[in-house]
T-cell receptor
Framework: GAVVSQHPSRVICKSGTSVKIECRSL??????MFWYRQFPKQSLMLMAT?????????EQGVEKDKFLINHASLTLSTLTVTSAHPEDSSFYIC??????????FGPGTRLTVT | AQTVTQSQPEMSVQEAETVTLSCTYD???????LFWYKQPPSRQMILVIR??????QNATENRFSVNFQKAAKSFSLKISDSQLGDTAMYFC?????????FGAGTRLTVKP
């Protein structure tokens, strides 16, 4: 149980375009979803927290107009990287929680901006 | 501020031996959870073990156990009988109600 999927697993896009990453909780209802960014050989950095039906809360230094997060249902959250640039290339990981303390992680999405 | 510190960027251990990864954290909260996650080259985060702060008994999961010292805010992970498949990045995580904060990670290599 507690499976979280992400789509796509890898994406390459051109500079200036937008890309959407989906995060789904497959077998539970996720009241809260989290988006992390991970650079090579570094730890996970929390970007934002989203609760179903409300606006996401962004961490300090994360541009909310660039990283649009939508949590429209209890099983789906999306992260849209708008006007992507090469410095946005990274590994993006989502996680989901149905309550309590534990988060269940998706397999991640590798974004490359050329 | 709540921070998690892993002071060992890299460690290695011989197969079948025991290794301990250290983690300290800073918090003023009384109720929280602590986790150790394994991240293999696939980069999928895999839960290794969890500890509830209100429980004094140290958590164990097969070859994995923790030494939780609440007063010292220390949460080390012991891996017994190390296996080649244990080679990975290990992240310590602190979770109060609300979110989860990760340490910088320890890269563990198990040598044959």
């Amino acid at each position: 149980g507690a499976v979280v999927s992400q789509h796509p697993s890898r994406v390459i896009c051109k500079s200036g375009t937008s890309v959407k990453i989906e995060c789904r909780s497959l077998d539970f209802q996720a009241t809260t979803m989290f988006w992390y960014r991970q650079f090579p050989k570094q730890s996970l950095m929390l970007m934002a927290t989203s609760n179903e039906g409300s606006k996401a809360t962004y961490e300090q230094g994360v541009e909310k107009d660039k990283f649009l997060i939508n949590h429209a249902s209890l099983t789906l959250s999306t992260l849209t990287v708008t006007s992507a640039h090469p410095e946005d290339s990274s590994f993006y990981i989502c996680s989901a929680r149905s309550g309590g303390y534990e988060q269940y992680f998706g397999p991640g999405t590798r974004l490359t901006v050329t | 501020a709540q921070t998690v510190t892993q002071s060992q960027p890299e460690m290695s251990v011989q197969e079948a031996e025991t290794v301990t990864l250290s983690c300290t954290y800073d918090t003023s909260e009384n109720n929280y959870y602590l986790f150790w996650y394994k991240q293999p080259p696939s980069r999928q985060m895999i839960l290794v073990i969890r500890q509830e702060a209100y429980k004094q008994q140290n958590a164990t999961e097969n070859r994995f156990s923790v030494n939780f010292q609440k007063a010292a805010k220390s949460f080390s992970l012991k891996i017994s009988d190390s296996q080649l498949g244990d080679t990975a990045m290990y992240f310590c995580a602190y979770a109060p109600v609300g979110d989860m904060r990760f340490g910088a990670g320890t890269r563990l290599t198990v040598k044959p």
